[in-house]
Nanobody, 124 residues
Framework: QVQLVESGGGLVQAGGSLRLSCAAS????????MGWFRQAPGKEREFVAA????????YYADSMKGRFTISEDNAKNTVYLQMNSLKPEDTAVYYC?????????????????WGQGTQVTVSS
């Protein structure tokens, strides 16, 4: 059974940092595309970042470039999202997702597997 479990969310002041983790289990994810998405109250889910694990290529939404970094630990089958210089508008539930093809990586509905989400709240 495929499972993605996020952790690392919490409350942080503006300008602070958090690191989210996504632990994958149930099958190998070494050749998967792993993505992070977020959804704020009253807003649609949006793409944050993704990594194509087979080649290590990373992708970011424009508003996250330079502040967020996606990385992986193959030994732990875990993907991370380091978030720096956080802003109140980054407040959202952050979701980890996975799929086994590397097209349309910004399209959430093309991801087959999803975690339960972790809340990130940035206070001003």
């Amino acid at each position: 059974q495929v499972q993605l479990v996020e952790s690392g969310g919490g409350l942080v002041q503006a300008g602070g940092s958090l690191r989210l983790s996504c632990a994958a289990s149930g099958r190998t994810f070494s050749d998967a595309t792993m993505g992070w998405f977020r959804q704020a109250p009253g807003k649609e889910r949006e793409f944050v970042a993704a990594i194509i694990r087979s080649v290590g290529n990373t992708y970011y939404a424009d508003s996250m470039k330079g502040r967020f970094t996606i990385s992986e630990d193959n030994a732990k089958n875990t993907v991370y999202l380091q978030m720096n210089s956080l802003k109140p508008e980054d407040t959202a539930v952050y979701y980890c997702a996975a799929k086994y093809q590397d097209l349309n990586i910004e399209v959430g509905k093309e991801y087959a597997y999803w975690g339960q989400g972790t809340q990130v709240t940035v206070s001003s």
